[in-house]
């Protein structure tokens, strides 16, 4: 048993680890390659995209919110507050309306 | 510190002992945490780009405010925006939305000035004569696109697109089924000229909120005779501010939910734990009956829990690793980024950040100690006879 | 001679205040001294095995005192019953109870793990126990992989692991064929020559010759206690 414990041992030691680095080397691609690609993207196009979403199916909200603001899904809300609009519900992103720019509108 | 040790190989031991048990307890937890890291990772990735996309965007957005919602801006701002001090860079850009066959694509249509000297494409080149286009990996690999095919679009079949290049897998999911094209093309395309959908203002640093302000209450803005809608103007603090409550929200509602899950999972757990229970405590009652003492017994099971958990959530991070970076979220992230399908298109942006890794192994922890904890208390507790029995 | 246990109207009533109680122990009152080797008699039922559960601090009585070197246990609290159990205390169970899938070299060292005593020196000094009790060929068998005798041995091996004074086995023979008896008879004689205080709780008549302390006990209530002084066995 002795032999089986100090190879389990190494065993959860190998997989710290190894999840340590991958995570270091997770980190380290986001932000040493891939982001000169996004970086070069975004500039070109001037800034699009936001949500989790890739193309703005229904409207702009989630797919981006500077585009469009204002959700006018006309399923938008149903009574529970829940919405059959894709770009509202599984995604790891909502936008909502922010009411800032109450400003004042003089014109 | 002997014991301690004493304590942890055998631990250790025990683990490897009930094969059966360990195992079962050791692959409920992965199912449990898998979804959790996936969708953090996946959160954080597209969180990453969505920052890169704030940060790398203009300073101010500036439309039209028809009835409350965006709209057409008219071309004619852009000298009076261009005139206002500490603006560094004015132009208009149209991002709008079509059919590619039967696949949404976003048109965006800029200046041919605004494309930074230096970059890089997947594939071909710049858009340099009208009608050339940028298209996305997404839309070049569904459609079978090469350089050189021609190409129109509902809203205006009559006008023909070439591709000219395509963006990086990389760029960002937006890029996946985007159309980049110059502004003229797009404004042609959509048969609004002299109308742009949003004016990009770059500013010095510290101006930005201040010319959002005299923007929005009509500086640059007086020299037009006819009456105009009213303009809404959008600073990067306020797109900051959407960037961070779409995200945190989301990111919240599914820790909320998760812990939640974990909850219900706890009473699952203690029946998967309570495998060879039996046995267990039995177990208990004899190494209480030669001498162990309560504490030890608990920091012999605390110990085992926490090897588990620390075999558990490192499994699942590196599986949701696996399953994300080289499988591409195949079949899950579908639940994550809306209407990508079984597979995705376009590479899912997924960034394993040791907070969340650390909160699974946390949740990991938690759920097991609470699955054991209290029962091995109580069988240490009651006259080890009565264990034995 | 010392007394190392004596008990004081000992009760065990097992679901008190219920239709179905049941009144194992009876104001048992007995003491044991030390060196001495120990029978408990008793037909089946008789309360043999809680009396022994009760003495070794593995069952808490439900009146009454219990005395270990003039100390009464039976209000110590958990901590200090597990200590008394690991210094003073050696159990050989009816049915071995040994922990099942560990070698049994393992198994004997198991109440050394607390102690702090690494691997090496706990192998070390458990192969001494079970070479000592003819079983140098079964230290890395599991329980499963060895006869009911051998077995036994093995628990004789964990309850003296730690030197205790004291050696409590319950109905040792009950699972045991005429061989492993006789071995066990000479291990325990062995023992009660070194020094060690034995009680066996036993129906069988086989420790008659051997003991020299019986108690008989019928339904929970101490009948009988025959004292033979005390001559080198």
Known sequence: MGKKIRFYLLFIIVLITLTILAMAWDQYSWKRVQADQMITFQRMVGGVGMGAISYPIWNFINFDPRIQPVDDSITWPIPGGYSYSPDRTATVSYFEEIPVNQLSLKK | MNKHLNFLLTSIGNILRNKVRSLVLILCLIAVLFPFVTALSISEGIKFQSLISVEEGADIYVTSDYFGSNAPISLDYLEGFRKMDGVTKVYPRIVGRTYFVNRLATIVGILPENIPPSIRLAEGGMFREKGEVIVGKGLAKEFLLQPGVRFSLSINPSQLFRVSGFFDADASIWSANLILMSFEDAAEFFQMKGKATDILIYTRPGYATKLAEKIQEGAGTSSHDRPEPPLRVQDKTLVKRYFQRGFNYKAGVFTALYTVAFALAIPALLIVSGFGQTERKKEIGVIKATGWQTQEVMEMVALENLIVSLTSAPLAVLLAMVWLKWFNGAFIAQFFIAEIGLMAPFPVPSRFLPLPCFLAFLFAVVLTMVGSLYSTWKTATIPPVEAMR | ?233
């Open chain 3, 1 to 233: 001679m010392e007394t190392i246990i004596r008990t004081e109207k000992v009760d065990k009533i097992y679901y008190q205040g219920r239709p179905e109680e049941v009144r194992a122990l009876n104001q048992i009152e007995l003491e044991i001294s030390k060196n001495r080797f120990v029978l408990i008699r008793g037909p089946s039922g008789s309360g043999k095995t809680t009396l022994l559960n009760v003495i070794s601090t593995i069952d808490r009585p439900t009146n009454g005192r219990i005395f270990l070197y003039g100390e009464d246990i039976s209000k110590y609290s958990d901590v200090q019953l597990s200590r008394i159990r690991q210094k003073t205390i050696g159990l050989i169970f009816q049915n071995f109870n040994l922990l099942p899938r560990l070698p049994a070299w393992e198994n004997v060292a198991f109440p050394l793990l607390p102690l702090g005593i690494m691997e090496r020196e706990r192998r070390k000094r458990s192969a001494e126990m079970l070479i000592q009790l003819k079983l140098e060929k079964r230290l890395d068998h599991a329980p499963e992989q060895m006869s009911g005798g051998e077995q036994q041995r093995v628990a004789i091996a964990r309850a003296l692991i730690n030197d205790p004074e004291l050696v409590i086995a319950d109905e040792p023979t009950s699972n045991i064929d005429a061989e492993s008896i006789k071995t066990l008879l000479d291990i325990l004689t062995n023992l009660k020559n070194k020094g060690k205080t034995i009680i066996v709780s036993s129906h069988d008549p086989v420790f008659l010759d051997y003991s020299e302390t019986i108690f008989l006990l019928k339904d929970g209530n101490l009948i009988d206690t025959k004292i033979i002084p005390p001559t080198p066995l």
